[in-house]
Structure formats: C-alpha cells, structure tokens
C-alpha cells in the first residue's frame, strides 16, 4: 500500500528547501511542494481512519492512499536504499502494531513537486543531486502523469543474496607488494611490517599444528583477516600515539626517542596527579582509560563520567547518518562505562569549512560545506532530541582545512551509582562461563569496514558500506532496559558496539577473562546473504555486548520482552586464550587473544620540529597599526561580529532541546531575550542537590599555524577558565583530549610527515606541562589521526586540531553567573593581561580571508608580498605571535577569580577568546540589551587592546553594592583593570587613544545574528 501525505497549506518545509536549492546549485524554482510517502506492508492493517491518525496531524495534513495526483507537476522522489536503517518507517510500523496492525513494515520516502516547465535538464539534475545522497538514498523522478502512476507501490526488498563461503587467504610466500596490494584489495588499512607480522603468525609451525588440530586449517581465513584488521585499525589500536618517535628540535637542538606519547605525556601527567590526590587523601579519580568513559566523584553516592568520540569520516560520505551514529554512539560509551551510567547531557564541537564558500573553491567529489554543515547538524538534533538527552554546550568552528574532512566531535556525560551491589559501580568483572549475549539493533551491511575506512584519508574509493544510520528511539527503549537489568543485577559486565562491531566488543571483553567462544548463527541480521565477517565487523547500531550469569539469562530475557528490545545468546567466556568463532557448523577464527591484543608491531616515527613563522617579525602589525584609523577600527569589530565563528549560531542551537531532564541550569543562551552567548553549560543532576555539573570546551587550531605548544595549552586554557567563570571548584575538574590530526607519518603522499609529527609531540608536551600546572587530570580521550581527503588529485588536510572537553563540579548551582551584562551602573573590569598576540586571531583570519580589507595605502602591503616573495596577497598578512599561556600566574588569577565569585562580589563573567576584547565586550551588551561605555588603557595601540586574543583573561561586572570589597580583594594585583561602566543608554562606547568608536545596540545585533538571514539548508 503506498500512502502520500500533505500539509493542507503550504509545508513549512518548503521554503526552506527552495531557497537551499537557490543558494547551493544556483536554481531558481517558482515553487516546491513536498509530500511524505509510506509504503506500507502487514500480514492486517488498520482501518483507513486508523492509518490517518497515525500519520497524519488531522488539522494541518491530509492523506491519500495511493498518492495524489500528479497534477501535470514534475515528480522528484527521494527514499532510502533497501537495507539502510529507516527510522521513521521503523517509528510508524510500531505504531502501527500499537493500533493492531499484524508484521507491519514501513519505507519512507520525500517527494518534491516542481513546475514540469521550470527547470532544464541540467537543472534538473543539479537540483537532484542537492536533494539526495546516492551513498544511502535512491532518487526518481516522474517527468509525467504515466510516469508517477510507476513510482512505487509497494516495499522494494533488499535484494536476495546466498551466503558467501568463508574465504581461505594464502599469506605463505606473499612479498611485500604482494602484501600491501591484498590489505588494498581488502580495505584492512594495515601496513607492511603489520601484513608480515599477520604472515608470520600463520607460517609459525606451533600455530599451524593447532589450528590443523583445531580443524580450522593452516590458511588465515576472511574473519580472522578482518578481526585484526578492525582490532589493529589505527582508530581503534592509536598506533601513532604509542609508536617510538625520533624527536628532533632544530631550535633547541634536542634529539630524543620517545616511546609512546600517550604513555609518556597524557597517562602520565594524570598519574602524577593521582599519585598528588593520594598524598591529599582526596578520592576524585576512579576510573580513567580503562573503560568507555573517564569517571570523577560527584558526591557520596554517586559517580558522573564523560566521553567525546569523533566520526569525521562518515560524516564526509554521508553527513546526517554520520553525526546520528557520532551522538548515538557516544551515548553508549557511557551506558557502557562501569556497570553502566544513564546519560545526562550531550555536547557536540563541529568544525566545517566556511558555509559561503564559492562553490569552485569546493575541490571535485566533496560536498559543499554548508550542506555537510546542515546534515551534520540535522543528525546532532535527531541523535539527542529524540533519545530524550539534553544538548548543554559546544561550537561550530569554520576553516577551510575542513572541507576534506569535517570535524564531528560528540561528546556525552552520564550519571552512575557510587555502589551497586555491594561493589563499586565504576568496577566490572567476568567470570568463564557466563554468556555472551547482545543487546539491540540487528546486524546489516551498515557500518561494515568502519573502523579501517577511518584509518585511511577520504578518496574516490572510499567505502559506500561505512555509512550507518542510528536510531534513537530504539536505543532509548535499550538504554531504560540496561539500566533496569543493572539495578536487578541481571548482567556482570557490558560494552559498546562501537567500531569493530563484535569483533571489538567481544575481543575487549575476552580480555579480562581470557578467551570468547561465538556462534555468528545465533546473531540476528537485518536481512540475510551477509558473509561471516561482515556478521563479526558490522557496525550497525542500537547495540551492545554483555556478560550474563547463566542463571540469569532467563530473567534477562524475560525483562528485554517487556521492553521490546531484542536480546540474543550468542556465545560464552571462557580462559582458554582464544577468540573462536563458529558460523554454519565450521569454525571461522581461531586467533590467540595475546596476538590479537598485542602482536601489533610499534610503528617508528620521524619528527623534525621547524618553526613555521618567525614570531619575532612584528614588521606586518608594526604597519597595521600605523595604517589603523578609527574607521577601519569601527569595521573591524563589525566584521569580526558577522565572522561565522564569532557569529551567533542560535538559529541553529535552538533547535537541540537544552529542557529535556529538567536539570540544564546555565543554558547556550542567557540574557533577557534567552539570545546572548554562555560561556559553556551547567547540569543539576540531583533534584535534591545544589551541586552541579560545568561543561565547557576549549579548540584554537588557527594557532597551531604557529607553535602547537602553545595551540594546545590555549584549548586547555579556554575549557578551564570557562569552568571558573561558570563558578566551578577549580580543584575538581577532568579533561578529555580529542586530537585530530592531519596524517603525520612520512610517505610518499606525505612528504610533510616529520614536521606534523612534530607538531603533535610539542602538542602533548604542552598539554602535560599546562595539566600539571592546573592540577587538572585528563580523564579519558581519542584520536582521529588520518584526516586527510584526497580527491580529483587535490589534497586538503585539517588543521592539527586538539579540542579538550572539560568535565567539573559546581558547588553550588545557586551562585552560577552568565555573561550578559545587567545594570546600569554595574563597573566592568578586564581580569588578565593582554599582549601583542594576535598571530592566528580571528583578525588576522579576516585579512587572510579577505573579509576585511587592509587600512591604508594598498600599495605598502603589495611591496610586503613582493619582498616576502609570496605569491597570495592575504599570506602575508601574519601578525606575529599567537597567545601564550603563563600557567603560574594564570592559574593563581583563576584561584582568586573563583573566591570572588564564590563571595557573590561579581555579577557577570565572560571568558575572553575568539575576537578578544572587543567581541566579549560587544557580547556583554546584546546579551543584556545594555550598553556601556569603556575606557581603553591606551598603553597599546587599539588594535592590540581590542582584537587581542592573549589567554586567561575575563570581563567581570561588579555592582556598585560590592564595589569597595571587589576592590580591595583586588588591590595590588597589577592584572585587575577597571574599563568602564554598563549603561541603561543602548549604546557601546569605546574610548581610545585614537578618538571613541560608538556602535548602537541595533547595529551590533544586527552584525552579531547575520548568520541568520545568510543561512539556508
């Protein structure tokens, strides 16, 4: 049965669509009206008055069974291919069978209707390629009233396919070429030396004698092949981060091995500070790098743990179902940490390239960013809103080394009890014997060569079967079943299925017991014809792996009926060393677990540290500031507004749900039109309880152009001093690490490695140095180390990105300020120092980006690019050094700012950060629907003092109540600095030593929400 569904007036959906259609292929359409489709399958179906209360909102819709009629309109139908999750027809066929419907199955599809007339061919199928991803989506169009009556009726299956044989793969005399082309052919993304070492292993004459005893036979089979493909992936195994790496810094003149940087930099600088809280007697660490997620003390009786995930990679080849498994997936870190914690808040950083880049500077076979921006985005919504987690913080950050790869980091945190049991909730075990059992979503194509296509840059080639979509509603419905089971004891331990599927999960779990025996027959599939491996690797989502005591299988079982979620026995734990797979009577795998885990050999690296720009040469900020006026001073500060990173994106954060939990206390948007920016999030966890939870986030990779040292300690910076300013505790706080690098190991397509190896050695040496200054452990992290694309022979690589995520406890919710500014008279003070640091600022990014013009004679920077020799006018333009952190004196300011926050002495606080000085400034006052008027030092030119992005500083309010105590708590201290005052006039006054610059309110708000109008699906 196919249905079509329509809005009785116009779809709101419409317009939008049209003007994205207009913005992105340059098609002007007259009109655009859109109807949803079901096709529709039951062994009974409801009654027709049944079906249309379950899809259609009677008022505003309308239904009919079979379609409408075509009217003379050109037809354009976009639905998902046989075999991709579909989760709205998956929502439908459970409603469905709420109103009594037998086995129903639902297919969706989106139907566009255009004017016959009103597009040429080539139009035609431009508009067509915006309105859908081939990867995951067929599109038909219906030129005629004959041709709609074709479009279908019915369910198009998943093609029927027998079940390939399992695959015997001869290694024995195979070369090096040999080798690497099969790890090709395969998509295995493993290297020579690890290919030989695979080789090794199965010429390895005890090995052979067993696996002949066995019966599995002497040859590698396909599912072993994969297994140690997935296990040894660099996305699951982090070989760049634990490879021996020669250093050499040719400033310093330092030449050093480095045997693992994880090990030696951030598992270290966090053991320190354990080894410190022991000597304290404090117990705030509990778990970290041991599990899913890194778990803190909240209080007596509870736990709290956090986790951030990447999946750049998907979301390259298909946006929407990208993000939905970043989020989804993330949320299953943490129902997956300890004995399992219950999701409490969602974050998301996304970095795209800029979404009004001209379309030819998009290289060939890459989506536009804005488009890749909207799936995106789209997915972070329907990933969080619909699993009932509130989205409390993040970013959009724009740069156009993103446009191989967007950057899609995902971050959850969650809530567990501090003893279940009798044991502590954060601690699992598993006994041999009990069973092996999965949980959730059955097992597709989707998601298969995940883990691998993640190691490797984006290319022509790249799998179509990594996309997975996630759904929600079904891991909400296994999120409330799991944590039901955890509190009846039903389960020993569980995981995710993360990437790798069962063969990571499993392959994990083994390891604390000491071998798994699987049935892969026993594993529920989507549809049939899958291979062994694809069973053992898929990554399809909604799934989770546990160990259940055999005595209670039962009541598990019985408990997974009342919650509708499926729950299979699929093997058991056993210590016998090994990883045994079984499909269709024949055994499959038959690896050592020590093999699995640890056969991988140790990658060497070569690092050469050369500084890329002397930061010493201030001869390009000498002559801004010479050329400067107060006009050019005036636009800047007006640009650097409607800069897409500054920008306010609330068209776009509006649509997560901040409410849902009804714990979000300070949310995105503060300020008395809910529209200025926060400076991260707080949670109430505990009804019961005025103890918080901040979440905040720090990201600067403009500044790793520069000295990645100083880009790393910068992220870190921001996270913590927008911790402070949220009124957190500053000694109890944890940090993730997600590093995103462009690939830094020396090849032929990689000439460069050395240098950004480099970069990231000095990255985790800045990251150690300033943990340790903070007192600050990193609790849990990851790594995205290929993140380059390579595409009609151009390679675009990421700048080396560190985004830190920080996870802190709040005393008292009460005593949370924002950074609006609120009442006239209130005095407004700079808290920090600030420094002619304006190398990688957004300023400098506008010359660059042209965005800004230049002040002055044109001529003068023209000789500048002649005399530098460089080729582009804007690479010229480098002001100097970016910021440095002086953690000592910053960390001391952050211990005196929290005890001024902690007496209620300040009103409003604001971290100062992209745009510096002027945007916090400009920010304070649309938040507030104020104004003020300040009084610039002039001890620097105002251009430094304005757009200035030097660490640790503040903007802070003070009411005149509290204006004595403020000032002498600050006394003597030479980085507090009195600017001004706020004013109930609507207007922004900046004195400087070049005259006032003076912006109304309207026009700052005005360049602040631009994005709104400029911006389109």
């Not at 066929?93 to 061919?121: C, K, M, N």
């Not at 995103?740 to 050395?754: M, N």
């Not at 960390?891 to 700012?897: A, I, K, T």
Request: proline share 6%; aromatic share 6%; glycine share 10%.
């Amino acid at each position: 049965m196919r249905i079509e569904v329509q809005y009785r007036q116009e779809d709101p959906r419409a317009e939008r669509v049209r003007q994205g259609i207009a913005a992105s292929v340059g098609v002007q359409l007259p009109q655009l009206h859109i109807a949803d489709v079901y096709l529709l399958e039951a062994a009974s179906l409801p009654q027709d008055q049944v079906l249309a209360q379950v899809f259609t909102d009677p008022v505003a819709q309308e239904l009919r069974i079979g379609g409408f009629p075509a009217d003379g309109s050109l037809i354009l139908e976009v639905g998902l291919k046989p075999g991709v999750t579909d989760t709205t027809g998956i929502t439908a066929a459970q409603s469905l069978q709420l109103h009594g419907a037998v086995d129903p199955v639902v297919q969706t599809a989106v139907q566009y209707r255009i004017p016959a007339d009103s597009v040429s061919g080539d139009q035609l199928a431009a508009v067509v390629a915006y309105l859908h991803n081939p990867l995951i989506q067929n599109a038909r169009v219906a030129a005629t009233d004959g041709d709609a009556a074709k479009l279908p009726q019915t369910i198009e299956p998943v093609p029927a396919a027998d079940v390939p044989p399992v695959e015997r793969v001869q290694l024995e005399g195979l070369d090096e070429q040999q080798l690497l082309a099969l790890s090709r052919q395969r998509l295995l993304a493993l290297s020579v030396p690890e290919m030989q070492a695979i080789q090794e292993h199965f010429a390895d004459a005890a090995v052979k004698q067993d696996r002949v005893t066995a019966g599995i036979g002497a040859e590698a089979t396909d599912v072993e092949l994969e297994m140690l493909a997935q296990t040894w992936s660099e996305h699951c195994k982090h070989k760049i981060f634990a490879a021996d790496v020669q250093y050499h810094d040719t400033v310093t003149g330092e030449s050093s091995t480095i045997h693992g940087l994880f090990k030696s930099c951030i598992a270290a600088v966090t053991r320190r500070i354990a080894d410190r809280h022991a000597a304290e007697g404090r117990d705030f660490l509990r778990s970290v790098f041991t599990d899913n997620a890194g778990v803190i003390a909240f209080n007596d009786d509870y736990d709290v743990c956090i986790k951030a995930e990447t999946h750049n990679s998907p979301s390259a080849l298909d946006p929407y179902g990208g993000a939905i498994t970043g989020i989804v997936g993330v949320n299953r870190d943490i129902l997956g940490t300890g004995m399992g914690a219950r999701p409490i808040l969602n974050t998301n950083v996304l970095c795209f390239g800029y979404p009004d880049t001209p379309d030819e500077r998009v290289p060939q076979g890459l989506m536009h960013p804005n488009r890749v921006m909207h799936g995106v985005h789209h997915g972070i919504v329907d990933g969080g809103n619909q699993s009932g987690i509130p989205v409390v913080g993040g970013a959009f950050l724009f740069d156009n080394s993103y446009l191989g790869k967007p950057l899609v980091f995902c971050g959850t945190g969650g809530i567990m009890p501090r003893t279940l049991h009798g044991k502590p909730g954060w601690q699992k075990e598993i006994l041999p014997g009990d069973f092996a059992v999965m949980v959730g979503g059955r097992i597709g194509k989707d998601g298969i060569h995940g883990a691998t296509f993640s190691s490797e840059e984006l290319s022509e080639s790249s799998p179509t079967s990594a996309v997975q979509i996630g759904d929600p509603i079904i891991q909400k419905r296994m999120t409330e079943f799991l944590l039901d089971a955890r509190d009846r004891g039903l389960y020993r331990s569980l995981t995710d299925n993360g990437a790798g599927g069962l063969s990571s999960s499993f392959g994990e779990m083994a390891e604390g017991v000491g071998g798994i025996y699987l049935n892969l027959d026993n594993c529920p599939l989507k549809y049939p014809g899958l291979a062994a491996w694809e069973i053992f690797v898929s990554e399809s989502q909604e799934r989770m792996s546990l160990a259940v005591q055999p005595e209670n299988w039962e009541a598990l079982a019985n408990l997974a009926r009342e919650y509708d979620v499926e729950v299979s026995h699929v093997g058991e734990f056993r210590n016998s060393g090994l990883i045994e797979i079984e499909h269709q009577g024949a055994q499959v795998c038959r690896l050592p677990l020590e093999f699995v885990h640890d056969g991988v050999p140790r990658m060497q690296i070569p690092a050469e540290w050369i500084p890329p720009r002397d930061v010493q040469d201030h001869q390009v900020l000498d002559r801004l500031t010479a050329a400067a006026d107060l006009a050019h001073l005036q636009t800047a500060t007006l640009t650097l507004l409607q800069d897409p990173v500054i920008a306010s994106k609330e068209h776009l954060i509006r649509q997560y749900d901040h409410e849902v939990q009804g714990g979000s206390v300070v949310k995105p948007f503060t300020g008395p039109g809910m529209d200025g920016v926060s400076d991260g999030g707080v949670v109430q966890p505990l009804h019961e309880s005025t103890q918080g939870i901040s979440m905040t986030h720090g990201v600067c990779p403009r500044y790793s152009d520069i000295d990645t040292y100083a880009m790393a300690q910068c992220a870190v910076d921001e996270a913590y001093r927008a911790h402070i300013a949220l009124g957190g505790d500053p000694d109890r706080a944890g940090a993730l690490d997600n590093f995103c690098w462009p690939d830094p190991v020396l090849s032929d397509s990689t000439p460069d490695g050395p240098y950004k190896m480099a970069q990231l050695v000095r990255s985790c040496r800045g990251l150690y140095d300033i943990c340790d200054a903070y007192n600050l452990p990193l609790v849990s992290g990851k790594d995205s180390m290929k993140n380059d694309a390579r595409l009609a022979g151009r390679k675009v690589s990421v700048r080396p990105t560190l985004l830190v995520t920080l996870m802190g406890i709040v005393p008292d919710v009460t005593r949370c300020r924002n950074t609006d500014f609120q009442s006239d008279g209130d005095e407004i003070y700079l808290v920090g120092t600030t420094a002619a640091e304006l190398g990688g600022s957004r300023l400098e990014a506008a010359y660059q980006e042209d965005r800004l013009a230049l002040p002055g004679d044109a001529g003068q920077w023209r000789d500048l690019r002649e005399q530098q020799n460089i080729l582009y006018e804007y690479d010229a333009i480098q002001l100097g050094d970016c910021p440095r952190v002086d953690t000592g004196r910053a960390h001391e300011r952050y211990l005196w700012v929290a005890e001024q926050l902690s007496c209620g002495l300040i009103a409003t606080i604001h971290d100062l950060s992209d745009g510096g000085l002027a945007a916090a400034l400009a920010e304070g006052c649309i938040g507030g629907r104020i104004g003020a008027r300040i009084d610039l030092p002039g001890s620097q030119h105002p251009v430094i003092e304005l757009f200035s992005e030097s660490a640790s500083r503040f903007v802070v309010t003070v009411p005149p109540e509290h204006r004595q105590e403020f000032a002498k708590a600050a006394a003597g201290r030479s980085d507090v600095l009195q600017l001004g005052t706020v004013t109930e006039e609507p207007l922004l006054r900046i004195n400087s030593r070049l005259g006032e610059l003076l912006f109304g309110l309207e026009q700052l708000q005005q360049a602040f929400f631009a994005m709104r109008s400029q911006d389109h699906e």
